[in-house]
């Protein structure tokens, strides 16, 4: 993974600086720890008083040993020692455009297209945004999205959980949207459901600026001052460190089914190492493949969607097409060459992007998709019929590395238990050719067929697994996996039945070991 540290400088920031000395190892440790390896880190302080204006809108200041931009996080520590505590203006997306463009290793990472690398960036301000460079709020967006970088806010904006009518403070609010809870003695924490921000209580723009920002990358936000109450603290470091890790397996692993990789399939069975030994080809562009997208559309706010990207692929010699959306927000879910929105809002209104790809070459085109709040009329997107693409041409290279994914996997989901008690917890595992699969995409389906939200005491674990702590009456209905490989998307499905009162039956398409 790639993580850049985007930090503010001005005297007030001491606190913040001290534990992140204690924080960055931790982290990485706990990364490695999960088979994320070959970590690499930037550093970007702001608000420096110096009169360049460089320094006031963002400096990197070198991690690696030998001066280079960045390194692991045992240099990172060591450089963390140069922030200053003197600023006064404080311009968070200057510094954050300045990671995104000038730090070496970024710049190395667009230019070679190592799109199977995440990418975090983690903004930590006690101040709202003074401006003074031109970043507006939707080119920050719109660059973030453009590396597939996911933004973490920690700013002085309070938090909450609420259930039914209760409501408790929160440390932040994860991507996944649960409030962060500490323990009533702050030493540990636990994850809740419906978190938000709390209105008003932001540092002037703080919210507007920073707040909606990270969530529209889909990444969250913290409470700074929960980290200064050294109540918290430990509560605040353990939720922070369990979130980003979660968050950055998450994001490997979407990226993973989506990439074309130098081993000839469109997915990594291994997660470790993922970002030195998968590379995403970038292949020339080719007018073998036709794409057809509508130009503008509109969809209304609160309803599911769908963006459809039409293919028409003409003789080509790999014989496969894979499409990719970009950005993909994480509130959407690609299924074949469809990108599924289940609750469209306002904040996924930009410049979409759609990327066929075949082993003769690429094809993109992008539209513009708008989201309307006031709209009376639900979304409709009207495109010409798909076309099948033609069977492959003969080759004489079947054997050569780049050659395209195998025929679609075979996939289906395994219950722990196929009858059990009201109460009683349960896991559904996702198999790929009956085996064990991490896949994060989970999904639960409506009466209509449409994908939505999982229901409350509903998680996926880090192992990729579908875990109900307490099965229930609520959680009738069907489950799906979604898997995406060379022969387009496969899901393999689960549904719950209520049998009696207290017992409930699980019918299931599949049996792995597990």
């Not at 799109?115 to 401006?131: F, G, S």
């Not at 879910?333 to 979409?352: C, H, K, P, W």
């Amino acid at each position: 993974a790639m993580v850049v540290y985007v930090v503010d400088e001005s005297s007030s920031m001491a606190t913040e600086h001290q534990w992140l000395n204690t924080t960055v190892v931790t982290l990485d440790e706990n990364l490695r720890s999960r088979n994320v390896e070959n970590n690499e880190y930037a550093l970007v302080g702001f608000a420096s008083p110096k009169p360049t204006i460089d320094s006031q809108l963002g400096r990197i200041i070198p991690v690696g040993r030998n001066g280079e931009h960045c390194g692991k996080a045992q240099d990172l520590k060591e450089a963390l020692k140069k922030l200053h505590v003197d600023g006064r203006k404080e311009d968070g997306y200057s510094a954050m455009g300045v990671a995104l463009r000038d730090v070496s290793c970024m710049k190395k990472r667009m230019r070679r297209r190592e799109n199977m690398t995440a990418c975090q960036v983690i903004l930590i301000t006690d101040e709202d945004r003074d401006v003074l460079s031109h970043w507006k709020f939707e080119t920050m967006r719109d660059e973030l999205a453009r590396q597939d970088c996911i933004l973490n806010v920690i700013v002085k904006e309070m938090f909450r959980g609420k259930d039914g009518r209760r409501e408790y403070p929160a440390l932040g609010v994860d991507r996944r949207g649960r409030a962060v809870v500490p323990s009533p003695d702050g030493t540990d924490f636990e994850f809740k459901p419906n978190g938000e921000p709390v209105p008003e209580t932001g540092h002037g723009s703080t919210e507007t600026d920073y707040v909606v920002l990270a969530n529209s990358t889909g990444g969250g936000a913290w409470d700074l001052n929960m980290l200064r109450t050294d109540r918290y603290r430990e509560a605040f470091t353990k939720g922070f460190i369990a979130a980003k890790v979660e968050e950055i397996q998450q994001q490997i692993s979407g990226m993973c089914n989506e990439c074309l990789c130098h081993n000839g399939s469109l997915f990594c069975v291994r997660l470790d190492g993922v970002s030195t030994r998968t590379r995403c080809l970038s292949p020339p562009a080719t007018t073998r493949i036709n794409l057809q997208l509508s130009g503008e559309v509109v969809g209304r706010q609160g309803r599911a969607a769908r963006l459809v990207c039409s293919v028409n692929a003409t003789q080509l010699h790999g014989g496969k097409v894979t499409v990719i959306f970009k950005p993909h927000p994480v509130t959407a879910v690609q299924v074949g060459n469809e990108l599924r929105f289940r609750n469209i809002t306002s904040a996924d209104t930009g410049r979409y992007s759609c990327e066929a790809r075949s082993a003769d070459g690429k094809r993109q085109t992008s539209f513009d998709f708008t989201v309307d709040p006031n709209s009376a009329n639900p979304f409709q997107l009207t495109l010409p019929p798909r076309r099948t693409p033609p069977p492959p041409a003969p080759t004489q290279s079947s054997n050569k590395i780049n050659r395209l994914a195998p025929p679609t996997a075979e996939v289906s989901v395994h219950a722990s238990s196929e009858r059990l008690t009201v109460g009683n917890p349960l896991v559904l595992t996702c198999c790929v050719d009956d085996q064990p699969y991490p896949l994060f995409n989970w999904y639960r389906l409506g009466a209509n067929g449409d994908v939505s939200t999982l229901p409350d005491n509903v998680i996926v674990t880090d192992k990729g697994q579908l875990l109900f702590r307490s099965v229930g009456e609520k959680h009738k209905g069907s489950y799906q996996c979604i898997f995406v490989s060379g022969g387009g998307a496969e899901a393999g499905e689960a549904t719950l039945l209520m049998l009696d009162q207290d017992i409930m039956t699980v019918v299931a398409d599949g049996q792995c070991m597990v």
